[in-house]
């Protein structure tokens, strides 16, 4: 027997509606590619987005049809997410930290229709637009007056042209919840980027997913700055998520300095913030330096790479600040696990805390983990067992976009994440490696997540990355390769010396390497397959 409810499909346009209706007066804050700070609301916002629509109509593109954006976090990229999806056509965000060569290859691959981008982007895509023949609009994200003359662009017209020409009246189309909203690359280190297509149930549901209590825990009293960008996994999906719950939405533009940031969460009293640890290494800095006391700022959402010691206690300790660390990916929306503990903190010590806020965290009601050994048989939860982390889900893909693509999941159903991780009693998962760069000295694991958080607890050590090289004996030893600050002094034996207590004498690094830089991909983690073939031989060479 079919229940007797009504059957409203799960669109972005019924967030939109929504937040127009009931949170209309909130402000979206943007700090401008062109320099100044920019206010409107959720009402003007989406009026807007119900121009563009009118206007992507009468460019004549169908619904399904993908359309680019290369856009930093600010509001007329906000209206994009609305005004493409909502009217059933695909937005495709595209990350300008990848290579010129692939965001050309996925712009093809694409088959993008029309490319909006800010004007910084402006020379990739004087680059590429003769390579891209399926691309027919160009628009700068930008006023009449602020398009650039003589660019070589065909066409290119300014979006507050494109929308100014047309009405404001427009009914969202009701369409199936499966369709197609928006597709995003995974940052490709190695191989091709592969696309993931979200679908608009999919990223309502992980909207609501996202802002449960033990996940971000979101309201109409907060003010939220997606530091993580909204070309990379919808901000992990805080652009939805946001006016679904009336939160005021502060976006910071391309100014992602520790000042900039300090001073946009004072002037807009910033509740919550959400980014990748470097990017929180340049905020703690700033604010440590200048004694900073945040008037609102009372939690972080660490992510997208694993969230060190140091600056836990940074957070917590030095600035009252709470910090949830998340877990996920491309793949996954990206939500899939946040750190929220399951008791009262007053009934914890400060290490358990610590511990707990430390592992990636639990996932929530809608996705499900499971660890796996090498012959694909599933580990015990008991926070020593690692295996390969696996996920299934309702805001988890089945398929990589394009027939040309992998497989994307197990035979029995489940994505194979390629992290290795341990799953504890209470459900906390703790990634210890990815897949490819995990260690195997004399047959047995070594985490390099582990190696790498016990050289971060030194004050003077800014970056770490932990690899194995190739070893006569052992076949691979971890070696860790260090940034400093600029004004510490570090010396090699010290942090040795962390070593010794911390871990089994097989684990400790074979040597630590002082070095000016290490390298970071697209979405912010260390490119460790550069650094493996750089030092592939670092300790053969020193035996022989
Ligand atoms: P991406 O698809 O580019 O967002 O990258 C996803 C990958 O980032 C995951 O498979 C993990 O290897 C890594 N990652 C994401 N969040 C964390 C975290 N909190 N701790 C450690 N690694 C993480």
């Given at each position: 027997?079919?229940?007797?409810?009504?059957?409203?499909?799960l669109l972005l346009s019924s967030i939109a509606e929504f937040a127009e209706r009931s949170h209309g007066d909130v402000e979206i804050v943007s700090r401008r590619?062109?320099?100044?700070v920019h206010r409107h609301t959720y009402r003007e916002a989406f009026a807007r987005s119900r121009r563009l629509a009118n206007?992507?109509?009468?460019?004549?593109?169908?619904?399904?049809?993908?359309?680019?954006?290369?856009a930093?976090n600010g509001y007329r990229h906000f209206e994009l997410y609305f005004g493409v999806s909502g009217s059933?056509?695909?937005l495709?965000?595209?990350?300008?930290?990848?290579?010129?060569?692939?965001?050309?290859?996925?712009?093809?691959?694409?088959?993008?229709?029309?490319?909006?981008?800010?004007?910084?982007?402006?020379?990739?895509?004087?680059?590429?637009?003769?390579?891209?023949?399926?691309?027919?609009?160009?628009?700068?994200l930008?006023?009449?007056?602020?398009?650039?003359?003589?660019?070589?662009?065909?066409?290119?017209?300014?979006y507050e042209?494109?929308i100014?020409?047309?009405s404001d009246r427009y009914d969202w189309?009701?369409?199936?919840?499966?369709?197609?909203s928006s597709?995003?690359?995974?940052?490709?280190?190695?191989?091709?980027?592969?696309?993931?297509?979200?679908?608009h149930?999919?990223s309502v549901?992980?909207a609501y997913?996202v802002s449960?209590?033990?996940?971000l825990?979101l309201s109409a009293r907060d003010t939220i700055l997606p530091?993580?960008?909204m070309?990379?996994?919808n901000a992990w999906g805080l652009a939805y998520a946001a006016p679904a719950m009336g939160s005021k939405l502060v976006l910071p533009g391309?100014?992602?300095?520790?000042?900039?940031?300090?001073?946009l969460?004072?002037?807009e009293g910033v509740t919550l913030?959400?980014?990748?640890?470097?990017?929180?290494?340049?905020?703690?800095?700033?604010?440590?330096?200048?004694?900073?006391?945040?008037?609102?700022?009372?939690?972080?959402?660490?992510?997208?790479?694993?969230?060190?010691?140091?600056?836990?206690?940074?957070?917590?300790?030095?600035?009252?600040?709470?910090?949830?660390?998340?877990?996920?990916?491309?793949?996954?929306?990206?939500?899939?696990?946040?750190?929220?503990?399951?008791?009262?903190?007053?009934?914890?010590?400060?290490?358990?805390?610590?511990?707990?806020?430390?592992?990636?965290?639990?996932?929530?009601?809608?996705?499900?983990?499971?660890?796996?050994?090498?012959?694909?048989?599933?580990?015990?939860?008991?926070?020593?067992?690692?295996?390969?982390?696996?996920?299934?889900?309702?805001?988890?893909?089945?398929?990589?976009?394009?027939?040309?693509?992998?497989?994307?999941?197990?035979?029995?159903?489940?994505?194979?994440?390629?992290?290795?991780?341990?799953?504890?009693?209470?459900?906390?998962?703790?990634?210890?490696?990815?897949?490819?760069?995990?260690?195997?000295?004399?047959?047995?694991?070594?985490?390099?997540?582990?190696?790498?958080?016990?050289?971060?607890?030194?004050?003077?050590?800014?970056?770490?990355?932990?690899?194995?090289?190739?070893?006569?004996?052992?076949?691979?030893?971890?070696?860790?390769?260090?940034?400093?600050?600029?004004?510490?002094?570090?010396?090699?034996?010290?942090?040795?010396?962390?070593?010794?207590?911390?871990?089994?004498?097989?684990?400790?690094?074979?040597?630590?390497?002082?070095?000016?830089?290490?390298?970071?991909?697209?979405?912010?983690?260390?490119?460790?397959?550069?650094?493996?073939?750089?030092?592939?031989?670092?300790?053969?060479?020193?035996?022989?």
């Amino acid at each position: 027997m079919r229940g007797l409810m009504q059957d409203r499909p799960l669109l972005l346009s019924s967030i939109a509606e929504f937040a127009e209706r009931s949170h209309g007066d909130v402000e979206i804050v943007s700090r401008r590619v062109e320099g100044d700070v920019h206010r409107h609301t959720y009402r003007e916002a989406f009026a807007r987005s119900r121009r563009l629509a009118n206007a992507l109509d009468a460019l004549a593109l169908k619904p399904g049809e993908t359309v680019a954006s290369l856009a930093w976090n600010g509001y007329r990229h906000f209206e994009l997410y609305f005004g493409v999806s909502g009217s059933a056509r695909v937005l495709h965000t595209v990350n300008p930290r990848l290579t010129i060569e692939h965001v050309q290859w996925i712009l093809n691959h694409a088959q993008d229709r029309a490319l909006f981008f800010d004007l910084t982007f402006l020379p990739i895509v004087q680059k590429l637009h003769q390579a891209c023949p399926a691309i027919g609009v160009y628009v700068a994200l930008c006023s009449e007056a602020d398009l650039p003359q003589g660019s070589g662009i065909p066409n290119l017209m300014s979006y507050e042209t494109l929308i100014g020409a047309h009405s404001d009246r427009y009914d969202w189309p009701q369409f199936d919840e499966h369709a197609a909203s928006s597709l995003c690359y995974t940052s490709g280190t190695t191989g091709k980027p592969k696309g993931v297509l979200y679908s608009h149930r999919s990223s309502v549901l992980h909207a609501y997913a996202v802002s449960l209590p033990d996940s971000l825990n979101l309201s109409a009293r907060d003010t939220i700055l997606p530091v993580v960008p909204m070309f990379h996994v919808n901000a992990w999906g805080l652009a939805y998520a946001a006016p679904a719950m009336g939160s005021k939405l502060v976006l910071p533009g391309q100014s992602l300095d520790g000042a900039s940031l300090c001073k946009l969460i004072e002037d807009e009293g910033v509740t919550l913030a959400a980014g990748v640890p470097t990017v929180w290494q340049g905020l703690l800095d700033h604010a440590d330096a200048g004694r900073i006391r945040f008037r609102t700022f009372r939690r972080t959402v660490i992510g997208g790479a694993s969230c060190s010691r140091a600056m836990y206690d940074g957070f917590t300790g030095r600035h009252g600040v709470e910090v949830l660390h998340a877990w996920g990916m491309t793949e996954t929306s990206p939500l899939g696990t946040a750190s929220a503990p399951r008791r009262a903190p007053a009934d914890m010590t400060a290490d358990e805390r610590a511990s707990v806020a430390l592992s990636q965290g639990r996932a929530p009601f809608g996705v499900e983990l499971r660890i796996v050994d090498e012959s694909g048989a599933e580990l015990p939860r008991d926070g020593l067992a690692a295996g390969e982390l696996q996920i299934r889900g309702a805001w988890v893909l089945s398929a990589y976009f394009g027939a040309d693509q992998p497989e994307a999941l197990t035979t029995d159903g489940w994505f194979a994440t390629g992290d290795i991780a341990t799953i504890d009693g209470d459900g906390f998962m703790r990634i210890t490696d990815r897949a490819k760069d995990v260690i195997k000295s004399g047959g047995e694991w070594i985490s390099s997540a582990e190696l790498e958080n016990i050289a971060l607890a030194h004050p003077g050590v800014l970056r770490a990355a932990c690899i194995g090289v190739k070893h006569a004996r052992w076949d691979e030893r971890p070696i860790v390769l260090v940034m400093t600050r600029p004004d510490a002094s570090v010396t090699r034996e010290a942090l040795l010396a962390l070593y010794t207590d911390r871990v089994a004498k097989w684990q400790v690094p074979d040597d630590i390497v002082f070095v000016d830089d290490l390298p970071l991909g697209a979405t912010g983690k260390l490119l460790k397959h550069t650094l493996r073939e750089a030092w592939r031989d670092h300790l053969l060479a020193a035996t022989q």
